[in-house]
């Protein structure tokens, strides 16, 4: 994997459905409050899912304040679709493939089957979802990398400015839940959710000075096969990085709640992550 160059500092963000979102977007929000505005200093953003969608917005030219307000204030909020799962036959179909996978890129390559023939909202509904969400549809000057999964191959896609794939579309892709939302459609290919090889993805960031890995799930890896969260960061310690991870504190966990794909948990827990982000002291370490 090429490391990035002349990056002194990378912004690692996490998957973790709306709640995610709102989340990272508070902590963010907090930090900048006492003087730790990250967004501003960020050379490189690394994004899985939840956080594709921050990467995005971070790069749209929009301050922080005006994010966060997009998370917060009704009129603001991006048009969401209540998540309908089908917690009788996915749990089944994914516990399945997960018993008999004989390893790693199988299973992937199984969950990439369960993603195509589900039963989910169309395609394009789903696109304008994520296009909604995104001040922006074009990829900022800044560099930012987004995480997918080709849906058959069972590979991980990097999505960049030199992708030629537009910015809405790598969005949908990183953010395409198996089972729950659509599979994206990019050159005849179908990705779904970068979340599948890892939540955070954080070896992508390997070459920086200093890495800020904000992980709404808590480090917590879905999938068998998944690196844990722990020795990635040990990795990139080893090779010379200085590391802060941010995960949830109690009261953000409360206010993202049980479900992350519910859009009533973006208020609550943009709030509990600013009051979360105000709190902190960067431990780069």
């Known amino acids: 994997m090429p490391e990035p160059a002349g990056v002194a500092e990378a912004l690692v963000l996490g998957g973790g459905g709306l709640g995610g979102i709102a989340w990272i977007t508070g902590v963010l929000a907090g930090l900048a409050d006492e003087g730790q505005d990250v967004t501003a200093t960020a050379d490189l953003i690394v994004g899985t899912s939840a956080g594709s969608t921050v990467g995005a917005q971070l790069g749209s030219g929009l301050g922080i304040e005006e994010l966060y307000a997009r998370q917060t204030e009704p009129a603001l ?3 969401e679709i209540m998540a309908e799962i089908d917690f009788e036959g996915l749990p089944d179909r994914l516990a399945a493939v997960l018993q008999t996978a004989p390893d790693v890129e199988e299973l992937r390559r199984a969950v990439g089957v369960i993603a195509r023939d589900a039963e989910t909202v169309p395609e394009a509904t789903r696109r304008e979802v994520i296009a909604s969400r995104l001040p922006s549809h074009e990829w ?3 560099a930012l990398k987004f995480v997918a999964v080709d849906a058959e191959t ?9 992708s030629g794939v537009p910015l809405v579309d790598a969005v949908a892709a990183s953010c395409a839940v198996p089972g729950v939302w659509p599979t994206t ?3 005849g290919r179908r990705y779904y959710d970068g979340g599948v090889p890892s939540c955070e993805n954080v070896e992508y960031a390997a070459g920086a000075d200093r890495v800020l890995v904000i992980a709404p799930l808590g480090g917590t890896q879905l999938f068998p096969g998944q690196r844990e969260l722990a020795d990635a960061i040990a990795e990139l310690r080893d090779g010379g990085a200085r ?8 009261a953000s966990l ?14 609550p827990a943009a709030a509990a992550g600013r009051e979360q ?3 902190l002291k960067l431990d780069w370490r």
């Open 254 to 267: 409360a206010a993202i709640g049980p479900n992350a794909l519910d859009p009533g948990t973006r208020a």
């Open 140 to 142: 900022p000057e800044r």
């Open 243 to 250: 590391v802060a991870l941010v995960v949830p504190d109690e």
């Open 154 to 162: 069972g590979q991980p896609r990097l999505f960049d400015r030199e």
């Open 77 to 79: 909020q991006s048009a």
């Open 277 to 279: 982000g105000r709190s």
């Open 185 to 187: 459609t990019i050159d």
